[in-house]
T-cell receptor, first 116, second 114 residues
Framework: AQKVTQAQTEISVVEKEDVTLDCVYE???????LFWYKQPPSGELVFLIR??????QNEISGRYSWNFQKSTSSFNFTITASQVVDSAVYFC?????????????FGTGTRLTVIP | EAGVTQSPTHLIKTRGQQATLRCSPI?????VYWYQQALGLGLQFLLW???????NRGNFPPRFSGRQFPNYSSELNVNALELEDSALYLC?????????????FGPGTRLTVL
């Protein structure tokens, strides 16, 4: 069965600090897809990144970076030099290829508060 | 390019009534997904429609139903509303190939059942 665990329920950091959001997943599928979404107070889920299981290359996009490690089934997200606008709930999600079901399985989310 | 749109933004109903929520996908996307985000239950998959057909369904009772129209827009219907149906309902759209296609979400409809 598939499962996504975000053990950190809430994190608070002071502006300009770096912060890492953890995501651990479980799947029996050999081909799967991992995602991070941001949910600001407005409620809309904003897509941040997608990673395919066969692509373990880490990625950096501005202040955001992602570390995908299949050996530990983790897909962690780091924000460098955090800003108040980064305050939101962040969700990690998994989609499996074999079922053809296409739906996303979400973690419970991590609420990040950046204090000015 | 316009993103996923949903209407209404807010909906207030009483127990036992029916609610209809609407979603318009990104232009060119044929798949529409519905998710429920209820307090304490997280984000849960409800339904997936593609090319007018229901392709997959989450673990929800039959009173949650929907359809997809020829223009790929979609409706979610919730019959015999219960208090626990109060939630944010999010719609997402994508192209249909999961190996390449990402789901993009709309702003949601907040349903309150009194």
């Amino acid at each position: 069965a598939q499962k996504v665990t975000q053990a950190q329920t809430e994190i608070s950091v002071v502006e300009k600090e770096d912060v890492t959001l953890d995501c651990v997943y479980e799947t029996r599928d050999t081909t799967y897809y991992l995602f991070w979404y941001k949910q600001p107070p407005s409620g809309e889920l904003v897509f941040l990144i997608r990673r395919n299981s066969f692509d373990e290359q880490n990625e950096i996009s501005g202040r955001y970076s992602w570390n995908f490690q299949k050996s530990t089934s983790s897909f962690n997200f780091t924000i460098t030099a955090s800003q108040v606008v980064d305050s939101a709930v962040y969700f990690c999600a998994l989609s499996e290829a074999w079922t053809g079901a296409n739906n996303l399985f979400f973690g419970t989310g991590t609420r990040l508060t950046v204090i000015p | 390019e316009a993103g996923v749109t949903q209407s209404p933004t807010h909906l207030i109903k009483t127990r036992g009534q029916q609610a209809t929520l609407r979603c318009s996908p990104i232009s060119g996307h044929t798949s529409v997904y519905w998710y429920q985000q209820a307090l304490g239950l997280g984000l849960q998959f409800l339904l997936w429609y593609d090319e007018g057909e229901e392709r997959n369904r989450g673990n929800f009772p039959p009173r949650f139903s929907g359809r997809q129209f020829p223009n790929y827009s979609s409706e979610l219907n919730v019959n015999a509303l219960e208090l626990e149906d109060s939630a944010l309902y999010l719609c997402a759209s994508s192209l249909v190939d999961p190996s390449t296609d990402t789901q993009y979400f709309g702003p949601g409809t907040r349903l309150t059942v009194l």
